[in-house]
């Protein structure tokens, strides 16, 4: 379902190219439920804005949903990334003007679709996450936790083919951490819907199916077949 050759990713400064990513290969297959876990500065989110097809790699190959990423345009890829992909951050990154239910409804507004139609199914998100009884509040009038909950139904809403999570946990106290996390195992589980987290916290990692390391833009266990070969 999305697979990564020999991604390469470096950055020119002055004279120099920093190399972040060194020839990372990742395959993910529907259903999963991945963890791509390392410490700061090890090139996660680089990583994860390649995958969400918000960076370009230096080099290398990105096949999604069968098609090569790699030669998109960006208007194309826009439009391919609004389809396919759905993101949850660290700091929920909500439109704070408008409702729960707004935004909900955003990624689907760009899609065309008719108003009534737009409000059945973010309202449908929402209560799969269990907040129905909170359609009319706005971020401020919510909590952390609420605030992912309504971030991960915006994630969701568009039935994107990969919902990647940076650090979805990290502004959360260890409660509500453990809350949101079981939010995603049971969506994953349920729902069938296809998430990679990227953490620095082993307690998430170890709570997905599959998991990987990054260290000094190095990943270890991306590839399907390996593990399957152990
Ligand atoms: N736009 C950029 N220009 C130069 N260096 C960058 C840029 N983005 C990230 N880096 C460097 O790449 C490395 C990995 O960064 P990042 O992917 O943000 O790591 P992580 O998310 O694991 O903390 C860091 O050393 C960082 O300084
Ligand atoms: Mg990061």
Do not use: W
């Amino acid at each position: 379902m999305l697979r990564l050759v020999d991604i390469q990713k470096s950055f020119r400064l002055g004279t120099l190219d920093v190399e972040v990513l060194c020839g990372v290969n990742l395959e993910v297959a529907a259903g999963d439920l991945l963890s791509i876990m390392g410490p700061s500065g090890s090139g996660k989110s680089t990583l994860m804005n390649i995958i969400g097809l918000l960076g370009r790699p230096t080099a290398g190959s990105y096949f999604l949903d069968g098609r090569d990423v790699s030669s998109m345009k960006d208007r194309e890829l826009s439009a391919f990334r609004n389809m396919h992909i759905g993101f949850v951050f660290q700091s929920f990154n909500l439109l704070d003007h408008l409702t729960a239910l707004e935004n909900v409804a955003v990624p689907l507004v760009y899609r065309g679709l008719g108003r009534g139609e737009i409000r059945r199914r973010a309202r449908a998100m929402l209560e799969k996450v269990g907040m129905e009884d909170r359609l009319g509040h706005k971020p401020d009038q919510l909590s952390g936790g609420q605030k992912q909950r309504v971030a991960i139904a915006r994630a969701l809403v568009g039935e994107p083919a990969v919902v990647l999570a940076d650090e979805p946990t990290g502004a959360l106290d260890s409660d509500t951490a453990e809350e949101v996390m079981q939010l995603l195992i049971r969506l994953n589980r349920e729902e069938r819907n296809t998430i990679v987290i990227i953490t620095h916290d082993p307690l998430i990692a170890r709570q997905c199916t599959r998991q990987t390391l990054i260290r000094d833009g190095l990943l270890l266990g991306g590839l399907r077949q390996a593990e399957a070969a152990e």
